[in-house]
């Protein structure tokens, strides 16, 4: 099936504000429903619950409290490590609720979700235990994204953490937009037996697929073409899990494509990936699919919004490593501009059109002559953008303006 690009209704859209609204709506349907978070609601752009409930608070109300109630289903507390162990006791008395943190922070309930794995491992096997909803969570004010608080809140090993874990009982969901966000949300609201974590930011960010296009992610082994950002018959495959590195693959797509028209590249993104596998656990994608999306020889070049050997080792279960070149987080990082961030990792778009051009030589379709003097102007574009971020301290407005032109 080709899923073809219909254009969204918005350029650009918060998936947090997104997730915030399907939240709302699941508080107005189900009265047994609860958010758990730290004091960071609002922060994170998911404060549309509030149209339908209000922060539990037993205390007496000043005059200047708003959304608090001795009834209302939004826990704030700052401690992680209570609000999952009240989560995981709800969930287990069969009501749904949802947590969410920022992602740096994740790591401090990594032990419980571990322990709950354990406990889902067994309880799976004895007849007579009924499925007990999803604990999910969610990931928020991503690494890629803490310009203001810098390198001390940039830390996404709580995706390997549940990536590496044998049971199998876990998912890892990376919506591209705000619409892929609202299917990952429906999808983690009606499973059963598993932990999802549900990774995003909060930023407004270019609108990539319509709604049929993010539920065939999910339904399909948790990846897809993107028909409008790929030729037939491609030389080279680009793909990504994590929104923001995303759009940095089609903008290096698009960049590569404006200096080597001839060059013939497919993107496919990735919306899950759970133990081994891309796709969910109950969903995860055959290698007959894989071969179907990723061919069979063409290299591949890969970005990740975690660190790239958790998505190296999961593309290496279908493929030859040697095709592969996978970049993620470097562990590098400070307070700077979101562009900044992607080249200090080198996955920015300049890196990714430098790889294309790299791989464009080893294939043959370029001298490295050529390859020589277009790294060179992408390398020069990267001098150009730091000159211009220390000076101003923020980012260029042609890199805050790009956007991946539609295929005709």
């Given amino acids: ?35 758990f978070s730290p004091d960071e609601t609002t922060s994170n752009k998911l404060d549309a619950v509030f149209e339908a409930t209000d922060r539990a608070w037993l205390r007496p109300l000043k005059d200047w409290d708003k959304y608090m ?22 969930t287990l008395t069969g009501r749904r609720g949802m947590l969410a943190s920022y992602e740096a922070f994740l790591p401090i309930v990594a032990s419980q979700v571990d322990q709950y794995l ?11 235990r009924k499925a007990v909803p999803a604990l999910n969570i969610l990931s928020t004010s991503v690494g890629w994204r803490q310009d203001h608080n810098g390198f001390s809140h940039q830390n996404p090993s709580f995706i390997t953490n549940l990536l590496m874990k044998p049971s199998g009982l876990a998912n890892c969901l990376f919506p591209i937009d705000a619409e892929a966000s609202r299917a990952a949300m429906e999808f983690a609201l009606h499973a059963e037996n598993v932990v999802n974590l549900t990774t995003f930011s909060k930023t407004d960010e270019p609108q990539w697929i319509d ?3 993010a539920d065939f992610q999910l339904a399909n082994g948790g990846a897809s073409i993107f028909q409008f950002a790929s030729d037939e018959h491609p030389q080279i495959i680009l793909t990504a899990a994590g929104d923001l590195v995303s759009k940095e693959v089609l903008f290096g797509m698009d960049m590569a494509r404006a200096k080597l028209p001839e060059i013939r590249l497919r993107f496919v993104g990735i919306a899950a990936l759970s133990f081994d596998a891309l796709g969910t656990t109950e969903r995860r994608m055959s290698q007959s699919k894989f071969d179907e999306m990723f061919l069979e020889a063409p290299p591949i070049i890969a970005s990740f919004h975690g660190y790239a050997d958790t998505l190296k080792t999961i593309l290496g279960n279908y493929t ?20 900044d961030m992607m080249v200090q990792n080198e996955v920015s778009r300049y890196h990714i059109a430098m790889k294309i051009f790299e791989k464009a030589k080893e294939l043959g379709i370029i001298d490295e002559e050529k390859r020589a003097q277009l790294t060179l102007e992408m390398k ?4 150009d953008h730091l000159q211009y971020i220390r000076e101003n301290g923020i980012d260029r407005e042609k890199d805050n303006s790009c956007k991946m032109k539609k295929k005709n």
Avoid at 21 to 28: H, I, M, S, T
Avoid at 72 to 90: A, I
Avoid at 380 to 383: G, K
């Fill in 380 to 383: 020069a574009e990267i001098r």
């Fill in 320 to 339: 030859n490593s040697a095709r592969l070149a996978v970049g993620g987080f470097l562990e590098r990082g400070s307070t700077t501009t979101p562009l």
């Fill in 1 to 35: 099936m080709r899923i073809e690009w219909i254009d969204p209704s918005e350029p650009t859209a918060s998936s947090a504000r997104r997730i915030g609204e399907v939240l709302r709506d699941e508080l107005a349907k189900d009265p047994d429903f609860r958010v």
């Fill in 69 to 90: 109630s001795p009834n209302g289903r939004v826990t704030e507390l700052l401690s992680e490590n209570t609000l999952f162990s009240l989560l995981q006791g709800y």
């Fill in 211 to 213: 709604s049929n296009h």
């Fill in 118 to 128: 354990k406990f889902l491992s067994q309880s799976v096997k004895i007849k007579w």
